[in-house]
């Protein structure tokens, strides 16, 4: 005959049992099992063991942004995790830093994993990460088939930008249009302003300006 008391409510008269302890705080929790042992004459023996069952920490954070076109960038972690007090700080597998809410520096075009491991005085731990992206800037340029003619004056114009997936033209009397190649007519004299906005799939950009291109 056995019987065993894991102290929580639970019982066990199986020769060999198994118990799920839970504990949620900061403090570990102590547990006084207990196991009797009666033979067939009812003589019988108690076995008692201290179990000690620590908490589990729960990583968390945020920054205070995922992403941008531009480098280099300062970065804040701000730390939710629960029930930890020890904390290191990893980016792309590196540790950078063991305190509570650090500052990343992140200079170049990249993906980085930012991890963070939370931890306790009894050596339980958890994990959680985030993702922070620089993504690269195209490069804006565009050329004319002419820059100048008596009115009305006809420009085709050809986008020569790398990098983009999108672009937009200015042609500074207030007209706009889109796509890799534009066809516009000026019918008043003056002096025109040209500038190519072009777009990655990222929404990064770059604007290159012409002044004075059409006269």
Known sequence: YYNWDFVDGNTASSSNACNTYTNVGNIGQQYTVSLIVEDLQLCADTFTMD?????QPVSAFTLSSYESCYAPQSIDATNFSLYANGYEWRVDGDSISDIFQPTFQFTDVAEYTVELIASNQYGCSSISDATYSIYPL????????????CVPVFVNFTNNSTGALDVIWDFGDGEQSFGNTAYHEYYTSGTYDISLIAITDEGCRDTLTQPDMIV
Not at 51 to 55: F, K, L, N, R, S
Not at 138 to 149: K, M
């Open 51 to 55: 179990i000690t069952v620590a908490p």
């Open 138 to 149: 195209p490069d804006a340029n565009f050329s004319a088939d002419l820059t100048s003619g």
